[in-house]
């Protein structure tokens, strides 16, 4: 249960009545939906910002940033939180609202630029896709739309492979039995 703890606080955050009061507040003033969950997001955020050197503090505000950013996303149906069918993501680390957005999706595999943290592996799990870490230079190489082979297996990735390169892995997929999805 340590490992997971950290996912009771976003359960804590959904029922608290305050943020939910406060973005009521704000509905009434005139704002609509999502820029009502926007200015709280903020608010969270700046609230926690004065009061420095508070590290709980600060991960906290994170944390109801990325639940609220995250509920904003489905609330206003933005096209940055569609992740296309079998996608495979690169990013530097893996957050909640990460989780929330692309688990509808389920992505084909994730590439992370850092190491991955204790938190990081278990929203991994938690979306069971394959995952690699450590990919040097990956935002330096890769570009949105680009085609890339994962293999977490075996910790490498390509991208933008050569016909002989998905054709190997074809052959490969279909001498194991595995779906072919390249």
């Known amino acids: 249960m340590g490992e997971t703890s950290f996912l009771a606080n976003y359960a804590l955050m959904a029922s608290d009545s305050r943020l939910r009061e406060r973005a009521v507040e704000l509905v009434m003033s005139g704002l609509g939906a999502p820029e009502a969950l926007s200015s709280l997001a903020?608010?969270?955020?700046?609230?926690?910002?004065?009061?420095?050197?508070?590290?709980?503090?600060?991960?906290?505000?994170?944390d109801i940033e990325d639940l609220v950013d995250a509920v904003l996303m489905f609330a206003s149906h933005d096209a940055r939180g569609m992740v296309p069918a079998k996608a495979v993501l690169l990013a530097e680390q893996i957050t909640v609202f990460d989780l929330i957005i692309t688990a509808k999706t389920q992505p084909a595999g994730i590439a992370l630029t850092q190491r991955m943290n204790p938190r990081t592996e278990v929203l991994l799990k938690l979306l069971s896709v394959p995952a690699i870490a450590e990919v040097e230079g990956g935002y330096r190489w890769?570009?949105?739309?680009?085609?890339?082979?994962?293999?977490?297996?075996?910790?490498?990735?390509?991208?933008?492979?050569?016909r002989a390169e998905v054709a190997a892995l074809r052959a490969w997929r279909k001498g194991t039995g595995q779906?072919?999805?390249?």
């Open 42 to 62: 903020r608010e969270v955020t700046r609230a926690a910002n004065g009061i420095v050197g508070d590290p709980f503090l600060a991960e906290r505000s994170r």
């Open 142 to 162: 890769a570009a949105p739309g680009d085609v890339a082979l994962l293999d977490a297996d075996h910790g490498f990735l390509i991208i933008n492979p050569s």
């Open 179 to 182: 779906p072919d999805e390249a």
